[in-house]
């Protein structure tokens, strides 16, 4: 691998592994990439996210929270979702 050569890798700012090209390495260890989605540098993860991708109905709250100024609802962590039955 050289400066400058596309590499995935998980972006800390868009929260998902997108390209990146290689901005710093030390040998032949890359030390620091650039998101070609938002030009955020930031160290080498190996494409190795934090947290799992967001759902398709999490990205569309997240978009619509943005356009309204509310916030999303999300579930805590590990909570499972129960249904309530109404009687008629």
């Known amino acids: ?3 400058g050569d596309d590499v995935d890798d998980h972006c800390s700012r ?6 990146h090209s ?3 390495m030390i040998g032949e260890e890359v030390l620091k990439t650039r998101c070609r989605t938002c030009n955020n540098e930031h160290k080498y993860r190996q494409n190795k996210g934090r947290n799992k991708e967001m ?3 999490e990205a569309f709250d997240h978009v619509l929270a943005s ?5 999303p609802e999300t579930p805590a962590p ?7 039955k109404t009687k008629s």
């Open 1 to 3: 691998m050289r400066l």
């Open 14 to 19: 868009c929260k998902r592994g997108t390209d």
């Open 22 to 24: 290689v901005v710093s």
């Open 55 to 57: 759902t398709n109905k």
């Open 67 to 71: 356009i309204t100024g509310t916030q």
């Open 78 to 84: 590990g909570a499972k979702k129960t249904s309530k």
